[in-house]
Nanobody, 124 residues
C-alpha cells in the first residue's frame, strides 16, 4: 500500500501559479502517479499523470500548456506546477498512485491509492 500526502494548495488570483506536491511513503514503486481534481457538484476528473520512470506524461486537454507534472524519485515526490490559473481550475486536487501497468492513465478506477486532497481556489 502507498500512503500519499498532498500539499501546496491555497488561494490564488486568476493568472497566478501554484505548485502542488505529493509525498509518497510505504510501497513507493508504482506504475504511474496521477493528479485528479473534483469541483463542487462534479465528478472527480483526470488532470495529469506521469509514468514512474518519467518517460512519458499525460494531460487533460483543459490543462495542456498550463500545467506540468514532474517527479523526484529520490524524494518519492510528485509535483504539479499550475500556471495561468483560471477560476474553473478551482477544485480539490488529489494525488493518486497507479500500482499496476495498463495503457489507461486517465481512468479513476486505474488508480489504487489516493491522498486526502488539497484545496485550490482561484479567484477571478
Amino acid at each position: 500500500q502507498v500512503q500519499l500526502v498532498e500539499s501546496g494548495g491555497g488561494l490564488v488570483q486568476a493568472g497566478g501559479s501554484l505548485r502542488l506536491s505529493c509525498a509518497a511513503s510505504g510501497r513507493t514503486f508504482s506504475s504511474a502517479m496521477g493528479w485528479f481534481r473534483q469541483a463542487p457538484g462534479k465528478e472527480r476528473e483526470f488532470v495529469a499523470a506521469i509514468r514512474w520512470d518519467g518517460s512519458r506524461t499525460y494531460y487533460a486537454d483543459s490543462v495542456k500548456g498550463r500545467f506540468t507534472i514532474s517527479k523526484d524519485n529520490a524524494k518519492n515526490t510528485v509535483y504539479l506546477q499550475m500556471n495561468s490559473l483560471k477560476s474553473e481550475d478551482t477544485a480539490v486536487y488529489y494525488c493518486a498512485a497507479k500500482l499496476y501497468g495498463s495503457s489507461d492513465y486517465e481512468g479513476r478506477d486505474e488508480y489504487d491509492s489516493w491522498g486526502q486532497g488539497t484545496q485550490v481556489t482561484v479567484s477571478s
